[in-house]
């Protein structure tokens, strides 16, 4: 398996980073995780677009165009002959000394993985899956944004240490007013009737771009999609519940802290949107 590393594709083996690059050191960068499906790049556009955004905001600049981070996904997939893969496209600020001053840093870093991986057993998305809402609180929208797609995930993961405490796999987090914000790496949809609701982005929510292509989806669909804020009190209530994240594509949740949505078996209007999903996700894309 081939990795690129700062402009050279070396072997899964031989890809390393510096102890003293500040991705390491301080979480400080930027990345995505990109899905390919049967050769096609799904939304690369969006993820790149969104990339550069996390990146303007920490005043990272990256080493590269658009174009050219393209190019090199393309060639990434290329040289591991992959139709289906997870990408994980990572620029941290690169190497400097140990104090926190990233101008420092002599120049970012660049690292593209391509796995193929299946993310999720199939059985979850059967079965769906039970989540808890946690302690941990979702970063407020006015210090470090919530759209900051950064390599500081420390948050999600005490998140994710919560949820296995509690014996499920994710978890919900709320913002610091107690409404809804997200998974640990997935955002939530409930569905009450025709309605389908996510929290807004300013909430504390990652625009996700699973999350972005189901409200399109929905909407088609006919129903009756918005981006509202609600509490756990909604998602006890919902007639469905489910998450949606690059990794995950769109999972049902049948339990939230030990109560029963609906009939505890993935519902009608998930599953309807998930097999929508599947059935575009192959249609779009970068070649
Ligand atoms: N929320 C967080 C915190 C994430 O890390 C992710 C994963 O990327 C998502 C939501 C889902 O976003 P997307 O659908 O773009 O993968």
Known sequence: QWVYVDGEFVL????KISVYDHGFLYGDGVFEGIRVYNGNVYRLDEHLQRLFESAQSIMLTIPHTKEELTKIIVETLQKNQYRDAYIRLVIS??????????????KPGVIII????????????????????????????????????????LNNILVKIEANLAGVSEALMLNDQGYVAEGSADNVFIVKGNSIKTPPGYLG??????????????AELGYNVSEEPFTRHDVYVADEVFLTGTAAEVIAVIKVDGRVIGEGVPGKHTNILLQAFRQRVVEEGVK
């Open 12 to 15: 899964k083996e031989d890809a």
């Open 93 to 106: 600020r690169g190497r400097g000394n140990l104090g926190l001053d990233p101008f420092t840093c002599e």
């Open 114 to 153: 391509a796995e193929q991986l299946a993310l999720f057993p199939k059985k979850l998305y059967e079965t769906g899956i039970e989540i808890v809402t946690v302690a941990s609180r979702r970063n407020r929208a006015d210090v470090l944004s919530p759209k900051v797609k950064s390599l500081n995930y």
């Open 205 to 218: 929510a990652l625009e996700g771009i699973t999350r972005n292509a189901i409200v399109e989806i929905a």
